[in-house]
């Protein structure tokens, strides 16, 4: 009898919390109303539950409830931060200071910006991803109006020194954005503590569903304003127009909710299974681990297989369900390209390509663990093995 695949891909999207369904499936059948339907019980039912799952996600990253923003992604979200906020404080300024590992939504933005004429700085990282909280310092000019460095990387998990830099947009009083898309739920958030004027996040990498996410917009020391991208009936705050996804909005603060309740235990657990998997699959011959040693996400292991490429494994290994990076990659680019995240730690072409992310979750048991480490192993040599025979 053969067993149910393994799923190590959590980077890439979470299964539902069954804690989080059963707060949502109510709002599909029996609390159906509109949130924007004022004039009766079934709209009143929906906006509150909306607000009270707006109040879960701002405690999160300790913000006001009225400073969050819901829309669909990430995506719209740090499109709306970066295209909203440049549109904005365009009069101040030109320029926007941003990170050579960020995102393609966020590198696809500003470069759209360029096109309009503003001037964008994209810093490079260390061997490990990171980038230095002088190198955004030396790129401040008079004309610098944002700045936006992710949380922690979604390939090679290396977290920022986000409060760093933070402090130095204070300073200077620049506009601090940061995509805490991997971070939000595994990372405690301080948006005060940090100097954050605008952060992103979601649900579906926190165990609630997909269609639901958030844009933190800073309200107060200073307000922070941001143009309206997508118009229509002036939803959440005139922010962003649109019928609410209220079943997926109450799942996002129920998975926020449980989170919170349990991020420092699930850290440790995560720690320890990405470790165990890390030292099993280090073992194989010629492998070596990608991001910071100690700065990293809990959950995360990128690493590089000399000798094969990463497609290669995961063809062979269909009963492990890993990526080659970014979930985004695939669609965006074509098979003989490669992450520009790998690219932007050094690693050449073959590397690249021949490195695997592995994505522990919540759900993820050692048996699992083990299973993985023993097929990755196998896949390896195999592989190897046939490159060797067609080389002779």
Known sequence: M?????????????????????????????????????????????KEAVEIARKHV??????????????????????????????????????????????QCILGSVRMLQQQGFDVTILPVDRYGRVSAEDVRKAFTERTILVSVMTANNEIGTIQPTAEIGALCKERGVLFHTDATQSAGKLPIDVDAMGIDLLSFTSHKMYGPKGAAALFVRSRDPRISVAVQMHGAGHEHGLRSGTLNVPAIVGFGKAVQIAMERMEEENGELFRR?????????????????????????????????????????????????????????????????????????LNGGTARSTLRFGVGRFTTDEEI?????RVTETVAQIRERTMIGAV
């Not at 923003?69 to 931060?81: C, M, W």
């Not at 890390?278 to 040693?293: K, M, S, W, Y």
């Not at 083990?370 to 023993?374: G, N």
Request: aromatic content about 6%; some cysteine.
């Open 2 to 46: 053969s067993r149910p695949p393994v799923y190590m891909d959590n980077h890439s999207t979470t299964p539902v919390d069954p804690r989080v369904l059963d707060a949502m499936l109510p709002f599909f059948t029996e609390h159906f109303g509109n949130a924007a339907s004022v004039q009766h019980r079934f709209g009143w039912i929906a």
């Open 58 to 103: 701002a405690a999160l990253v300790r913000a006001q409830s009225k400073e969050i923003v819901f829309t669909s992604s990430a995506t719209e979200s740090n499109n709306l931060a970066i295209k909203g906020a440049a549109e904005v404080y365009r009069s101040k300024g030109n320029h926007i200071i941003t990170a050579a590992t960020e995102h």
């Open 274 to 346: 990405r470790n165990m998997l890390q030292e099993r699959l280090l073992r194989i011959p010629g492998t070596a681990v990608n991001g910071h040693p100690t700065e990293r996400l809990p959950n995360n292991l990128s690493i590089s297989f000399s000798g094969v490429r990463g497609d290669q494994v995961m063809t062979a290994m269909s009963d492990v369900a890993v990526s080659a990076g970014s979930a985004c990659l695939s669609e965006e680019v074509g098979d003989s390209d490669y992450s520009h995240v790998l690219q932007a730690i050094g």
């Open 370 to 374: 083990e299973y993985t480490a023993a």
